[in-house]
């Protein structure tokens, strides 16, 4: 079992910037891939970003890529999201995610473990 905890969400003005983090604890954390998702009220989950076991290869759906960046310190068993320049669509609860699949991947399907979910509100 992995346990994962998210923090760092809130309300910013749009133009704003948060950091979420995403503690994970249980077992070995370099062996997961990681990810965020989002959930708007009455939308779907989506994807946001991902980034392998390693750190490397961080990949960004299009509706944040430039203005998100993902980034996971294994020595610490967290994985980060830095959003700059947020936008009122932007505001959605944010979910972490943790896979032990080949590669990450998009879809939800692809991680076992999620967090309880972070709100992040973003006001026009």
């Not at 749009?14 to 989002?38: D, I, K, P, Q, V």
């Not at 980060?80 to 320049?85: A, C, V």
């Not at 972490?96 to 990450?104: F, K, P, R, Y």
Request: glycine letters at 12%.
């Amino acid at each position: 079992q992995v346990q994962l905890v998210e923090s760092g969400g809130g309300l910013v003005q749009a133009g704003g910037s948060l950091r979420l983090s995403c503690a994970a604890s249980g077992r070995t954390f370099s062996n997961y891939n990681m990810a965020w998702f989002r959930q708007a009220p009455g939308k779907e989950r989506e994807f946001v970003a991902s980034i392998s076991r390693s750190g490397g290869i961080p990949f960004y759906a299009d509706s944040v890529k430039g203005r998100f960046t993902i980034s996971r310190d294994n020595a610490q068993n967290t994985v980060y999201l830095q959003m700059n320049s947020l936008k009122y669509e932007d505001t959605a609860v944010y979910y972490c995610a943790a896979g032990s699949g080949l590669i990450a991947i998009m879809s939800p399907n692809g991680y076992e473990y999620w967090g309880q979910g972070t709100q992040v509100t973003v006001s026009s």
